[in-house]
Antibody, heavy 122, light 106 residues
Framework: EVQLLESGGGLVQPGGSLRLSCAASGFTFSSYVMSWVRQAPGRGLEGVSG????????YYADSVKGRFTISRDNSKNTLYLQMNSLRAEDTAVYYC???????????????WGQGTLVTVSS | SYELTQPPSVSVSPGQTASITCSGDKLGDKYACWYQQKPGQSPVLVIYEDSKRPSGIPERFSGSNSGSTATLTISGTQAMDEADYYCQAWDSSTVVFGGGTKLTVL
């Protein structure tokens, strides 16, 4: 059974940093693209960042480019999101999502974690 | 940047057919997928690669994609289908979501 368990969310002041983690199990982690998707309170879904199975390819939403860094440790089956220079508008539930085995065109999130809440406020 | 446009809301009577559209430039040349999200829950994939259903998703859910519009169709809509629905595609090495459609079954 595929499981994705996010952790690391919490309350942080504007300008601060947080690192989110997503522990994966139930599939060959290194073979799949993984992504972070966020949802601000009462708003829709936004693709934040994604990383290929090998870690060699990444994408970032324009809204987080230069501030967030995605990474993965395939030996630990764990996905990370380092978030720096946080702003109030980054407040959201952050979901870890499993994508397909191939980078690009057929992007499909077939499994999602339960989400972790990040609140940016003074 | 690429945009996907969905109607904010759609209403349907129980047992009738609901159609939710998702529009984007040459969307038919890309793969579209659809997610269902109920309050307080994580999204669930209901359609991928335009028209394929994951295992466990009822046959009443179907999808199509042509030209500039992808469509999610729910036949024989049930009260349990009331939820927010999001379309998603990949463009220029970025994941794009539509703004979401609230489906009301009344």
């Amino acid at each position: 059974e595929v499981q994705l368990l996010e952790s690391g969310g919490g309350l942080v002041q504007p300008g601060g940093s947080l690192r989110l983690s997503c522990a994966a199990s139930g599939f060959t982690f290194s073979s799949y693209v993984m992504s972070w998707v966020r949802q601000a309170p009462g708003r829709g879904l936004e693709g934040v960042s994604g990383i290929s199975g090998s870690g060699g390819s990444t994408y970032y939403a324009d809204s987080v480019k230069g501030r967030f860094t995605i990474s993965r440790d395939n030996s630990k089956n764990t996905l990370y999101l380092q978030m720096n220079s946080l702003r109030a508008e980054d407040t959201a539930v952050y979901y870890c999502a499993k994508d397909g085995p191939v980078w690009g065109g057929k992007s499909t999130f077939d499994y999602w974690g339960q989400g972790t809440l990040v609140t940016v406020s003074s | 940047s690429y945009e996907l446009t969905q109607p904010p809301s759609v209403s349907v009577s129980p047992g009738q057919t609901a159609s939710i559209t998702c529009s984007g430039d040459k969307l038919g040349d890309k793969y579209a997928c659809w997610y269902q999200q109920k309050p307080g829950q994580s999204p669930v994939l209901v359609i991928y690669e335009d028209s394929k259903r994951p295992s466990g998703i009822p046959e009443r859910f179907s999808g199509s994609n042509s030209g500039s519009t992808a469509t999610l169709t729910i036949s024989g809509t049930q009260a349990m289908d009331e939820a927010d629905y999001y379309c998603q595609a990949w463009d220029s090495s970025t994941v794009v979501f539509g703004g979401g459609t609230k489906l009301t079954v009344l």
